[in-house]
């Protein structure tokens, strides 16, 4: 049972932010008058001691200690005595461990911030410089119109500003100090809760002992995001995976992100982006099943909250190494731009054909029929759309004129796309500035 019950192993990460919150703890009861100014010393001073253990690694771990909590207070009492046990007045391992938690969290949030403003900025930076290369565009995995290699790019980089977006919002809710709520009724003694929260740099104070003690809405949340992160990853990974293939060939993985077959010489696998596919599914298993730990537990602190750690501190590891080998994925990749321009047909261009109706007067449900005309009328002579001939269009609609002829221009087509947001090259110039500027702020 002292093996089932320890969490020891998982949560003694967390050592740093126990005994940062204890050293807070401590001058706060001395305030009050709950320990002498010699004993607030001595604690501050044996705490200290303690982290130093931790740092260099030689902190030896009992049987006994069941979390970092008691670890560490045990050793604490080994180093400065009697003076020890007073550092526990008024605080549960309730509002301890939650305590510890959001300043994990509120440390480890930041790192994962600048890694995605890493990745953010190779977007915008690959979006600005590869700007005139063209490609299909797929709906349904069918090749549907030409765009821009760089709005196929910024289309992960928009995904990636509201996952940052997202992640201040966290940040903020993370930054509420629960300390201060004992077990579940509060503290007895009069400490003062918000300069506690100052001084270990949290933004608000709980407002209800019951709720604080079981409140894992931001272990939840972070889950949750980090799993979004990581589907927007998958989608972008299995992008470059279709596009690596032989059969597309659009792109080149570097050799330091790709491995060969142990049987099939020939072959260049994609592994870097076919592990960040499936470490998506992990972090969102993460968050499913600690989700349900949640749904059953009733008011206040119950033991199933252990299972808290374990999750976030897997997630954060997995996605802070999948967001590092994805950065490096699209920094060395390499683009095919020709065999790009290849897949380009004139069979893309059947929605511009209705669009050249358009703007002579004709409502586009007409020019839509029309144009699928002329597509079924190049396949009947079994030609490309381009090879059809004026008296070809005419035979279908008098509307034709011969300017229909000089329609098959794909940079033409590209850019009639340029109200903000669209594929044409002054749209994703804005965009490239609008992110980037956001991405300065």
């Known amino acids: 049972m002292e093996k089932f019950n320890a969490s020891i192993q998982c949560d003694k990460r967390m050592w740093r932010e126990d005994l940062q919150g204890s050293k807070a703890y401590v001058k706060a009861i001395h305030k009050v008058g709950l320990v002498t100014e ?23 771990i009992k049987d006994s200690d069941e979390d970092i909590h008691t670890a560490n207070e045990r050793r604490l009492k080994e180093l400065i005595g009697g003076a020890a046990s007073k550092l526990h007045t008024g605080r549960s391992r309730n509002d301890q461990v939650s305590t510890d938690m959001r300043l994990w969290m509120k440390n480890a949030l930041p790192v994962l911030g600048s890694e995605l403003r890493k990745f953010l900025s190779v977007f915008i930076n690959r979006a600005k410089q590869e700007i005139d290369v063209l490609m299909p565009g797929y709906t349904h995995l069918q090749r549907a119109q030409p765009i821009r290699w760089s709005h196929w790019l ?21 930054s509420s100090l629960t300390l201060g709520s004992g077990a579940l009724a509060g503290n007895p003694f009069p400490i003062d809760r918000k300069t506690l929260a100052s001084d270990l ?7 209800n002992s019951l709720d604080a003690v079981s409140d894992r809405d931001f272990v939840a949340e972070f889950l949750f995001w980090a799993s979004l992160v990581g589907t927007h990853l998958s989608r972008w990974a ?9 059969e597309f060939g659009f792109v080149t993985l570097a050799d330091a992100y790709s491995t060969g077959s142990s049987l099939m010489p ?9 592990l960040i596919r499936g470490k998506s599914g992990r972090m969102f298993g993460q968050c499913s099943g600690f989700l349900m730990t949640l749904k059953g537990i009733p008011s206040t602190y119950n033991k199933d909250l252990q299972e808290d750690k374990e999750s976030m501190f897997d997630v954060y590891d997995t996605l802070l190494g999948v ?5 490096g994925v699209l920094s060395t990749l390499k ?16 929605t511009d054909i209705a669009y050249y109706l358009v703007r002579k007067g004709t409502p ?15 396949e009947k002579n079994q030609c490309s759309l381009s090879d059809l001939t004026l008296k070809d269009f005419k035979s279908v609609s008098d509307q034709f004129t011969e300017d229909i002829l000089c329609i098959w221009d794909y940079e033409k087509s590209v850019d009639q796309y340029n109200v903000y947001g669209g594929t044409g090259k002054g749209s994703v110039m804005s965009q490239i500035e609008n992110l980037q500027t956001w991405l300065n702020q």
């Open 154 to 174: 910024l289309s992960y980089g928009w995904m990636l500003k509201r996952d940052l977006e997202r992640l201040q919002g966290l940040q903020s809710r993370v």
């Open 238 to 246: 299995e992008d470059l995976i279709l596009y690596s293939s032989k």
């Open 364 to 378: 586009f449900r007409e020019a839509h029929g029309l144009s699928g005309m002329c597509v079924a009328l190049a």
């Open 335 to 350: 683009i095919d731009a020709e065999r790009m321009r290849q897949a380009l047909s004139p069979e893309m261009l059947a």
């Open 323 to 327: 967001v590092k080998v994805a950065t």
């Open 38 to 60: 010699e004993e607030c010393q001595s604690i501050i001073t044996g705490l200290d001691k303690v982290g130093e253990e931790w740092e260099c690694g030689v902190f030896d």
């Open 201 to 207: 740099g949290f933004m608000d104070v709980s407002g």
């Open 266 to 274: 020939q072959k260049k696998n994609a592994d870097s982006l076919e």
